[in-house]
């Protein structure tokens, strides 16, 4: 009777457990489902067809050696910019509008018209600006050249507003003064890639109907320009060099300070701090310090981004402006805070990775290695380290997949929605992929959903890149700590 109660138990809890696993491999499938739906809605928004208006035809502005619009220098641009006239002979540029820019990117100051009529150009330019120092004692008003006849006057004001913006404005901000002014390129109407491909014929027809003097394309919207290109207030026109090249900044700041304080307390929490049971003081403080580790890796990131604020924008603004280094930063709102930052958000999740691995390590090979006469820090260095480090990699994994996606610290610390200039250091004002996209979602103009859903590609492919890295080294370092134990 026992035997057969037994038995009965045995396929109950069977039959149970079959159910379970139907209910688990049920939700993986919906899992994967909705994914591979996101996937497919992403890369449909990615690629489509286009109608497209401009006055001037982009091709016909290539440089004297066949380089399109994205590809030449500040210098070409801001040439086109003074000197591309329309049909009546007129510049598409005004000058008012060219000198306009011009107090925006190179002056850069809050004062009134009035105050700024009697600064010259040494005294308004920001440090580090470029002009002829002859004209050093003209003021800003002075380019006007009131004292010569009015056409003239203009020729003259265009070439001298011409030549401090190539000096001193980034290619990026010309490139889109072009196209807004010159090629005044608008798009009328986008459509994504199932209806391109199903619905030619009606396109072409609604093309025609209403838009007689468009342009039908078809449009990847995901390309070359796309990664060489910075921000635009066109969709068309719009690319992702300056958020592409933040966002790896500010990997790079974070991973770089992150990686090492990481270990290096995980080593001293397994490897030191259990040795200390005869202190009570000590014991108390550790276990305080691992309570603590384990709490903060459930913190919400805007948390993380008012300490950021509060610490490395305002308390430490010297430092993460660079005026320490002599950089003549404004403030602490530059990629250095947005690293640091990070770096707090993903310390734990290393540490507790970390600790995990080293935990795992046999102590026979500890004691093995210490019978042979190495010290404890031989031990961990050439034996504890190489065995644990394929589970370290994994925490660099999962640390990494959180730092590239998270908004709401950068938000905070002061991420740009708008911005052309590139990060060149760590003092540099920035923008990262999430926070485009971000704007780019929220923008109701035409395109830059489609602009959006590009972007995320890209962010899913630099994400899968860095991941699959890892996992290679991972891999590699797990067979090398096999053949040692």
């Not at 919207?221 to 910075?230: G, M, S, V």
């Given at each position: 009777m026992?035997n057969?109660?037994?038995q009965?138990?045995l396929?109950r809890?069977?039959?149970?457990?079959r159910?379970?696993?139907?209910?688990?491999?049920?939700?993986?499938?919906?899992?994967a489902?909705?994914?591979?739906?996101?996937?497919?809605?992403?890369?449909d928004?990615?690629f489509?067809?286009?109608?497209?208006?401009?006055?001037?035809?982009?091709?016909?502005?290539v440089s004297?050696?066949?380089?399109?619009?994205?590809r030449?220098s500040?210098?070409?641009?801001?040439?086109l910019?003074?000197?591309t006239?329309?049909?009546?002979g007129?510049?598409y540029?005004?000058?008012?509008?060219?000198?306009?820019?011009f107090?925006?990117e190179?002056?850069?100051?809050?004062l009134?018209p009035s105050?700024?009529?009697?600064?010259?150009?040494g005294?308004?330019?920001?440090d580090?600006?470029?002009?002829?120092?002859?004209?050093?004692?003209?003021t800003?008003?002075d380019l006007?050249?009131?004292?010569?006849?009015?056409?003239?006057?203009?020729?003259r004001?265009r070439?001298?507003?011409?030549?401090?913006l190539?000096?001193?404005?980034e290619q990026?901000?010309?490139?889109?003064?072009?196209?807004?002014?010159?090629?005044?390129?608008e798009?009328?109407?986008?459509?994504?890639l199932?209806d391109?491909l199903?619905?030619q014929?009606?396109?072409?027809d609604r093309?025609?109907?209403d838009?007689?003097?468009?342009?039908l394309e078809f449009r990847?919207?995901?390309?070359?320009?796309?990664?060489?290109?910075?921000?635009?207030?066109q969709?068309?026109?719009?690319?992702?060099r300056?958020?592409?090249l933040g966002?790896?900044?500010?990997?790079?700041?974070?991973?770089?300070?992150?990686l090492?304080?990481?270990?290096?307390?995980a080593?001293?929490?397994?490897?030191y701090?259990?040795?200390v049971?005869?202190?009570?003081?000590?014991?108390l403080?550790?276990?305080?310090?691992?309570i603590?580790?384990r709490?903060l890796?459930?913190?919400?990131?805007?948390?993380?981004?008012?300490?950021?604020?509060?610490?490395?924008v305002r308390?430490m603004?010297?430092?993460?402006?660079?005026r320490l280094?002599?950089m003549?930063g404004?403030?602490?709102?530059?990629?250095?805070?947005a690293?640091?930052?990070m770096?707090l958000?993903?310390?734990?999740?290393?540490?507790?990775n970390?600790?995990?691995?080293?935990r795992?390590?046999?102590?026979a090979?500890?004691?093995?290695?210490?019978?042979l006469?190495?010290?404890?820090?031989?031990?961990?260095?050439?034996?504890?380290?190489?065995?644990?480090?394929p589970?370290?990699?994994t925490g660099v994994?999962?640390?990494?997949?959180?730092?590239?996606?998270e908004?709401?610290?950068l938000?905070?610390?002061?991420?740009a929605?708008t911005i052309?200039?590139?990060p060149d250091?760590?003092?540099?004002?920035?923008?990262?992929?999430?926070?485009?996209?971000?704007r780019?979602t929220?923008?109701?103009r035409?395109?830059?959903?489609?602009?959006?859903?590009?972007?995320i590609?890209?962010?899913?492919?630099?994400?899968l890149?860095?991941?699959?890295?890892a996992?290679?080294?991972?891999n590699r370092?797990?067979a090398?700590?096999?053949?040692t134990?």
């Amino acid at each position: 009777m026992a035997n057969m109660s037994e038995q009965g138990g045995l396929a109950r809890r069977r039959r149970v457990g079959r159910v379970w696993a139907r209910v688990y491999q049920a939700c993986v499938g919906l899992a994967a489902l909705a994914l591979v739906i996101l996937l497919l809605k992403i890369v449909d928004d990615a690629f489509g067809t286009v109608a497209v208006v401009n006055v001037v035809d982009p091709a016909s502005l290539v440089s004297a050696d066949g380089r399109s619009l994205d590809r030449q220098s500040a210098g070409e641009l801001a040439g086109l910019a003074r000197d591309t006239l329309d049909e009546e002979g007129r510049p598409y540029v005004s000058t008012d509008r060219l000198f306009t820019l011009f107090l925006d990117e190179i002056a850069r100051t809050a004062l009134p018209p009035s105050a700024l009529r009697n600064l010259t150009l040494g005294q308004a330019l920001i440090d580090g600006q470029k002009f002829p120092q002859e004209w050093a004692d003209r003021t800003l008003f002075d380019l006007r050249l009131p004292d010569v006849e009015r056409s003239e006057r203009d020729a003259r004001a265009r070439a001298d507003i011409a030549t401090l913006l190539a000096d001193n404005v980034e290619q990026g901000r010309l490139l889109e003064l072009v196209y807004s002014d010159v090629v005044q390129i608008e798009l009328l109407e986008s459509w994504n890639l199932i209806d391109s491909l199903t619905r030619q014929d009606e396109i072409r027809d609604r093309a025609a109907r209403d838009f007689p003097q468009a342009t039908l394309e078809f449009r990847s919207w995901l390309n070359a320009d796309f990664l060489r290109t910075p921000g635009s207030s066109q969709a068309l026109t719009s690319g992702i060099r300056v958020a592409l090249l933040g966002t790896l900044w500010m990997l790079v700041i974070a991973i770089g300070v992150s990686l090492p304080l990481g270990l290096g307390a995980a080593i001293y929490l397994e490897e030191y701090a259990r040795d200390v049971n005869n202190h009570r003081l000590l014991r108390l403080l550790n276990g305080f310090i691992e309570i603590n580790i384990r709490n903060l890796a459930g913190v919400p990131s805007i948390i993380y981004g008012i300490l950021g604020l509060a610490v490395f924008v305002r308390a430490m603004e010297p430092l993460t402006s660079g005026r320490l280094a002599g950089m003549g930063g404004t403030d602490g709102r530059t990629v250095l805070s947005a690293g640091l930052t990070m770096a707090l958000l993903i310390l734990p999740i290393i540490i507790i990775n970390a600790q995990e691995a080293i935990r795992a390590v046999p102590q026979a090979l500890r004691e093995g290695s210490h019978a042979l006469g190495a010290t404890r820090l031989q031990t961990i260095a050439r034996q504890v380290l190489p065995v644990a480090l394929p589970g370290m990699l994994t925490g660099v994994i999962l640390s990494v997949s959180r730092a590239i996606g998270e908004t709401a610290p950068l938000v905070v610390v002061g991420a740009a929605t708008t911005i052309f200039i590139d990060p060149d250091s760590p003092f540099s004002r920035f923008t990262v992929l999430p926070i485009q996209i971000y704007r780019w979602t929220a923008d109701p103009r035409e395109g830059f959903q489609d602009v959006a859903a590009a972007t995320i590609i890209v962010l899913l492919l630099l994400l899968l890149s860095l991941n699959v890295s890892a996992i290679i080294l991972r891999n590699r370092y797990s067979a090398r700590a096999r053949r040692t134990l």
